[in-house]
């Protein structure tokens, strides 16, 4: 890393104009803040699910979900050694870590709470999570319902902070179901790793069950399917992503229709955007073309593209196969130890519900935030209508409250200056600041962002072009292809069948790409991040935690992926 630009980092003030009055008054532990000298004593990992850097209305999610949610909820679970996470902004960039448990008797007290509670939420978890989806579909749904742009003023400050408590209950729940969940999955780890069935092979126990997530992308792959060889294919095949909506409307009373049954598509699966919880994203609904962009790509490809029906039927198998394999090595009391860890783990099954909750909480919770921020901006008039975003909620609020938005016209332009200043230095962020720690507790890190003493050893050495990547083998299978090379989901559409998407990571808003691409490699991640878990549904071999896969492999190099060795090679450069 270059001297200066960490110079810059710790001298980053953050956005102008902010100070403490943008921060919320609730708080456990730490409040989110600017990377600071003092701060690099301490392991910070980049958050590579938001690539362009955090907005100041952004920052809601940070306040809300990293720092008082996870805080919350590591008293409430409770777990043992972690604090939960803790946020600093280098620039508008993200990075967290843990925030350590320094005290032994508290430790002790919270592992014998723990111990307590834990065999009770594990058996109630299919209930309680089928209640939980409801109330927050339910939720959603109805401020969804809503469109606040005829709203008065006060009506419109009412729907704000509806909105803002919504996104704020559903990260409570996220985390205080995830840490059990990943707890228990941690705890079977272990015990298979003490019968000496490999880590590789232990998600593999808990694949093969649908989720939201791939019941979107199958009516997806519907609509393709119906669409070859009709005269509204010419619409998608013709134009580009951009065009595609327009094209399909000139295209009288049968592209009429066609938009109508996919209206319908986009009321059940369209509340979901490109990126995590980013209120500058738009949903499906209300920018459809990710998803015409993705039908797009589909019918370009010859053939009759991903076979969902054999895909999971193939996971299913390879799940029964592996379940049999790790048995039949086993002693009898071995096997009961086992089976009963297992049966827990499918109760509770963090690999299905990690894919499962994204529909409800990660693509869900932020969008009724951006659609309240879009009204008022546009009842108070202000010269763009994403100027909203470069507001504080605070401000947002004085806004709402009749405050004219010109009064912050000054600070929304030198926010963007900032903003687009920081996003020039994506690339280059490093992929950790600060002291490389002896262990982390926290389990996040660990099984969902992989930070492995492997991952750690990557980033320091890092590697030269041409040179063999080494991760975690996350999926398995081997090919090859031409590298796609993504820095966030802007262009996720244009992925084609048969690259290979290279990225720092993929959130739930990817899945698409997963039918078409050859395999995956990401910087970061663990066996249960989200490439991982849904490159073994979708029968992708993927490699994750490379550390370095984004710079030194360029766009277009023809790439091997070995899913089953965790090994990237540069075949021919671009």
């Not at 003490?194 to 791939?214: D, K, S, W």
């Not at 669409?227 to 327009?246: D, H, W």
Request: charged share 25%.
């Amino acid at each position: 890393m270059h001297a200066d630009l960490l110079q810059r980092i710790v001298d980053d003030p953050g956005y102008p104009g902010a100070d403490d009055a943008h921060r919320p008054d609730m708080v456990r532990f730490e409040r989110v803040a600017p990377m600071r000298r003092d701060d690099l004593e301490r392991f910070w990992l980049l958050e590579y699910r938001f690539p362009d850097g955090i907005t100041p209305l952004g920052m809601c999610l940070l306040d809300d979900g990293y720092a008082w949610a996870t805080q919350r909820a590591a008293q409430a679970v409770p777990l043992p050694t972690s604090n939960g996470l803790t946020v600093r902004c280098a620039g508008t960039h993200v990075y967290f870590t843990e925030i350590e448990q320094r005290s032994p008797d508290e430790a002790r007290e919270r592992a014998a709470a723990l111990s307590a509670a834990l065999p009770g939420f594990l058996e109630r978890f299919p209930e309680s999570w089928a209640r939980i989806a409801g109330e927050l579909d339910a939720d959603a749904r109805a401020l969804e319902r809503h469109d606040p742009r005829g709203d008065a003023a006060g009506a419109q400050v009412d729907y704000l902070e509806r909105a803002r408590a919504f996104q704020r209950r559903a990260w409570e729940v996220h985390f205080e179901l995830m840490y059990p969940l990943l707890l228990n999955q941690a705890g079977f780890y272990g015990l298979c790793d003490e019968l000496g069935i490999a880590r590789a092979e232990v998600p593999r126990f808990l694949q093969g069950y649908e989720t939201p997530m791939t019941r979107c992308d199958r009516a997806l792959w519907g609509f393709a399917r119906e669409l070859r060889g009709t005269r509204l294919a010419a619409a998608f095949v013709e134009n580009p992503p951009e065009s595609i909506a327009a094209a399909l409307a000139a295209a009288g009373t049968e592209g009429a229709r066609w938009l109508e049954r996919f209206g319908a598509f986009l009321d059940e699966w369209g509340c979901r955007t490109d990126g995590m919880a980013d209120p500058m994203l738009p949903c499906w609904r209300e920018d459809p073309t990710t998803p015409l962009g993705n039908l797009r790509t589909f019918l370009l490809e010859r053939g009759e593209g991903h076979d969902f029906d054999a895909g999971i039927d193939e996971a299913r198998a390879e799940r029964d196969a592996a379940i049999a394999a790790a048995r039949a090595r086993l002693t009898r009391a071995e096997r009961r130890a086992f089976d009963a860890a297992l049966a827990s783990c499918e109760r509770a099954n963090f690999v299905w519900w990690n894919e499962d909750h994204n529909h409800y909480i990660d693509l869900r919770a932020t969008i009724p935030l951006r659609r309240a921020a879009l009204a008022i901006g546009a009842r108070t008039a202000g010269r763009n209508a994403d100027d909203v975003f470069f507001l504080f909620y605070p401000e947002l609020l004085r806004v709402a409250r009749g405050e004219p938005i010109a009064s912050f016209d000054a600070l929304i332009d030198a926010r963007r200056a900032y903003h687009a200043s920081w996003r020039e230095c994506r690339k280059t962020m490093p992929k950790y600041l600060g002291a490389a720690p002896e262990s982390i507790s926290d389990p996040i890190l660990i099984e969902i962002d992989g930070v492995t003493d492997e991952f750690l050893a990557a980033v320091r050495v890092g590697a030269a072009p041409g040179e063999r990547l080494r991760g975690l083998g996350a999926a398995p299978g081997r090919a090859s292809g031409r590298a796609r090379v993504l820095h966030g989901p802007q262009d996720l559409h244009r992925v084609q069948a048969g690259e290979v998407l290279v990225c720092e990571g993929t959130s739930p808003s990817w899945t698409p790409a997963f039918t078409k691409i050859a395999a995956c490699v990401c910087d970061q991640g663990g066996t249960l991040a989200h490439a991982s878990i849904i490159s073994r549904e979708y029968r992708v071999p993927c490699v994750v935690g490379t550390a370095v896969a984004t710079r030194v492999i360029a766009d277009g190099d023809l790439v091997d992926v070995d899913g089953s060795a965790g090994t990237v090679t540069v075949l021919k450069a671009a």
